[in-house]
């Protein structure tokens, strides 16, 4: 089980990147096999090398949930070049309640080289989100 970012969320409401503990995979087949039980993300911020996310899902109270941020190893040539990525939820809960949690990744192996920024596309959010470094 992975642990969810701590003190993500200060007085106004924003997300605080201060636990940058989880690991994005980098792997085109563990990308194109991936399944994700239902989720919703809600907010995203990324503060250095670090993305957070917020998301919902049903469960009881998302205490044994498991999630993964995959990229692909294909880069595609856009200017900046973009990478496409799965937010990856395995709930067992069988509940309807719908809980909302944070997650933050650590995603400096997402960097491109000799490029200073990269859009990183994630499945189930509408627009890319710049990452520069």
């Given at each position: 089980?992975?642990?969810?970012?701590?003190?993500?969320?200060?007085?106004?409401?924003?997300?605080?990147?201060?636990?940058?503990?989880l690991n994005t995979t980098v792997s085109t087949l563990a990308y194109q096999n991936s399944t994700s039980d239902p989720v919703t993300i809600s907010f995203h911020a990324i503060t250095e090398n670090c993305l957070a996310l917020d998301y919902t899902a049903s469960g009881c109270d998302g205490s044994s949930w498991e999630v993964e941020l995959i990229a692909s190893e294909d880069i595609l040539e856009t200017n900046p070049p973009q990478r496409n990525l799965k937010f990856i939820l395995t709930n067992q809960e069988l509940y309807t309640a719908v809980i909302q949690q944070e997650m933050s990744f650590d995603i400096s192996n997402l960097q491109v080289a000799n490029n200073n920024s990269v859009l990183l596309s994630i499945d189930g959010i509408t627009e890319p989100i710049l990452y520069e470094y």
């Open positions: 089980m992975v642990a969810a970012c701590q003190d993500c969320e200060d007085d106004s409401g924003s997300i605080n990147l201060l636990d940058c503990n």
